[in-house]
């Protein structure tokens, strides 16, 4: 199983940007996807997540309003969408998939990584 993170990039603060997270190797629509990010010198945080079906989203709660967590089965991606980006917003993020089987067994895995940084 592979996820792929599209490019992060650079941001003047107020600005927006849209990451993706493709998998292959698996079916994406069993899975749980999650955002998560590490700024330098801190702990890595859960940003968004989102049921695999796509019905429920969690988000933390400083990005609430902000960032929309979003995915296509279809397309075997999942989005983040990232308005009025602030400085603090400035992290390594990335993307997760997370299933438990009917035997309790569970199956994470992780992208590689991408860099957002936002400018003031």
């Known amino acids: 199983v592979q996820l792929v993170e599209s490019m992060g990039g650079l941001v003047q603060a107020g600005g927006s940007l849209r990451l993706s997270c493709a998998i292959s190797?698996?079916?994406?629509?069993?899975?749980?996807m999650t955002w998560f990010r590490q700024a330098p010198g801190k702990q890595r945080e859960l940003v968004a997540s989102i049921s695999s079906s796509g019905g429920s989203t969690n988000y933390a709660d400083s990005v609430k309003g902000r960032f929309t967590i979003s995915r296509d089965n279809a397309k075997n991606t999942m989005y983040l969408q990232m308005n009025s980006l602030k400085p603090e917003d400035t992290a390594v993020y990335y993307c997760?998939?997370?299933?438990?089987?009917?035997?309790?067994?569970?199956?994470?895995?992780w992208g590689q990584g991408t860099q957002v940084t936002v400018s003031s």
């Open positions: 997760s998939a997370f299933e438990k089987d009917d035997r309790g067994f569970e199956y994470d895995y």
């Open positions: 190797g698996s079916t994406f629509g069993i899975y749980v």
